[in-house]
């Protein structure tokens, strides 16, 4: 079972910076093999995908966030992160974190989330 911790939601100002943080616990000595991924979902909406971050350490990202958002990872720590700049009132929304988890002697991922953190961006 792998639970996930998110922090770092708040208010901030158009233009401004905001970090999240999503700890796996208890730290998971198999972190290193998850795809950790952040979505984010405002009301009356579908959860959308932000970013994510293979065991590589490779990379993707929505269009929208391309050149604003960086997801990074600390395995050391089980946790990713997700360091949002030039932050606009579109981006206001709940964040959750997202952890793809291989299952063990067959074919899959189970998928695990947080219980996300409100990030809203003052215009």
């Known amino acids: 079972q792998v639970q996930l911790v998110e922090s770092g939601g708040g208010l901030v100002q158009a233009g401004g910076s905001q970090g999240l943080s999503c700890a796996a616990s208890?730290?998971?000595?198999?972190?290193?093999?998850?795809?950790m991924g952040w979505f984010r979902q405002t009301p009356g909406k579908e959860r959308e995908f932000v970013a994510a971050i293979d065991y590589t350490f490779a990379t993707v990202y929505r269009d929208s966030v391309r050149e604003r958002f960086t997801i990074s990872r600390d395995n050391a720590k089980s946790t990713v992160y997700l360091q949002m700049n030039s932050l606009k009132p579109e981006d206001t929304a709940v964040y959750y974190c997202n952890a793809a988890v291989a299952l063990v002697g067959r074919p899959g991922l189970r998928f695990y989330w947080g219980q996300g953190t409100l990030v809203t961006v003052s215009s």
């Open positions: 208890p730290s998971q000595r198999a972190f290193f093999t998850y795809g």
